[in-house]
């Protein structure tokens, strides 16, 4: 069967192993955090105590299987802020615990036993456990680096066949931060259902917004993830949810089944969304800003690095460097973290061809600064 827990190795890997015994010592310099709450960007309090304030004195539960109509009424407002304006109906939205859940409930919705999603080739490591939980097959397409990590359409096209349900699409991407812009004529020939994550949609660098894919593609059903982890730096609060386009809609009535099924979403966090929304957008700028000046930072230092070369991401929160000069993407990482700075090799995030190296801009800056220039003198220096 596709997709089979009884083959994965849980054990610690050759690098957290290295992280162990130099975290014992010396210590290091992390950068490949991507946690926010650990890199100082806490959600400001007060905005968290006035928005859960209302529940604790209206507290009753009340499970909507679409979630909670105010919650919903808030997302369908922000996308109307999107460029361009991504226009919902409030019953178009499913709240759900998690974009981890809402990926799960998406590959049940589509897919029975031996079904195929089509996934990029490079990409974080989540969807190979949701698949192997719903024993499917994930069928890479490629991305072209030399053109910033474009959707390669002979790819997409070759991979797909007559089980194919579905094909799944990031937008800023993780970890390369490529992002659509236009409408993919591929996409329409397929015709498949896309489910388009967009958790990384406020962070932009080197292009303007990411465009809802939703409104690029009103020809085909359109499921959008995004969650409040990334968008408001709120991972332990644990809210996500599914937006459908009217293309979408005639999916609503199973989702709704699904959703009624687990009810994953506490009523707390449901009832402090309004409030998150409305009061929370600067603290969502100003994590943006550090983004931007750690890019800024790095793409400056390593500008005509000579083994080091750092293309600016269009969006996203992640640098994802090419080294030239070694073959082996652990070797290189088991180096660094043995000098002292803690990097991912790019293996970690799928089929990735050269040597590669995954940065977490999200890094407290002091900590960014030191481990960046640490890293480019150890490749310059030749180690």
């Given at each position: 069967m596709p997709g089979c827990y009884t083959d994965l190795?849980?054990?610690?890997?050759p690098l957290e192993r290295a992280r162990h015994i130099r975290a014992m010592g010396a210590g290091y310099l992390d950068l490949t955090s991507s946690n926010p709450t650990q890199q100082g960007l806490l959600f400001p309090a007060d905005i968290l105590q006035q928005a859960a304030a209302r529940y604790w004195t209206t507290r009753r539960y009340q499970p909507d299987p679409h979630g909670n109509p105010q919650a919903r009424a808030a997302i369908v407002d922000y996308y109307a802020t999107r460029t361009p304006a991504l226009l919902l109906d409030p019953d178009a939205i499913?709240?759900?615990?998690?974009?981890?859940e809402a990926y799960g409930l998406l590959f049940a919705l589509l897919t029975d036993p031996g079904d195929n999603l089509l996934a990029p080739s490079v990409t974080y490591p989540l969807f190979e456990?949701?698949?192997?939980i719903h024993n499917i097959?994930?069928?890479?397409?490629?991305?072209?680096?030399?053109e910033g990590w474009r959707m390669d359409g002979r790819s997409l096209r070759a991979a797909a066949d007559e089980r194919t349900?579905?094909?799944?699409?990031?937008?800023p991407h993780n970890p390369t931060g490529a992002i659509i812009t236009a409408a993919l004529p591929v996409l329409s020939h397929l015709g498949l259902p896309i489910i388009c994550d967009e958790v990384f949609a406020p962070f932009h660098y080197a292009a303007p917004p990411a465009p809802p894919l939703a409104t690029l593609h009103s020809d085909l059903p359109v499921f959008t993830l995004n969650g409040i982890s990334k968008l408001f730096a709120l991972p332990d609060l644990k809210l996500g949810w599914i937006a459908l386009n009217p293309a979408a809609s005639h999916y609503a009535p199973r989702i709704e089944l699904l959703n009624d099924t687990f009810l994953g979403a506490n009523s707390l966090t449901q009832t402090m969304l309004p409030h998150l929304f409305s009061q929370g957008m600067p603290f969502v700028q100003h994590m943006v800003a550090?983004?931007?000046?750690?890019?800024?930072?790095?793409?400056?230092?390593?500008?005509?690095?000579?083994?080091?070369h750092l293309r600016p991401p269009a969006g996203g929160y992640y640098l994802f460097p090419t080294v030239e000069g070694w073959d082996d993407e652990e070797a290189l990482a088991l180096h660094l973290i043995n000098q002292g700075v803690l990097v991912h090799p790019g293996f970690y995030y799928g089929d990735v061809p050269g040597c590669h190296l995954?940065?977490?801009?999200?890094?407290?800056?002091?900590?960014?600064?030191?481990?960046?220039?640490?890293v480019a003198k150890l490749l310059r220096d030749g180690v």
């Open positions: 190795d849980l054990s610690p890997n499913f709240i759900t615990a998690s974009t981890s456990y949701l698949a192997a097959e994930l069928r890479p397409y490629d991305l072209i680096e030399a349900r579905g094909v799944l699409i990031i937008s550090r983004v931007h000046r750690n890019m800024d930072m790095a793409c400056s230092l390593l500008h005509a690095h000579p083994r080091l995954l940065i977490s801009a999200l890094t407290d800056p002091p900590v960014f600064d030191a481990g960046i220039a640490l």
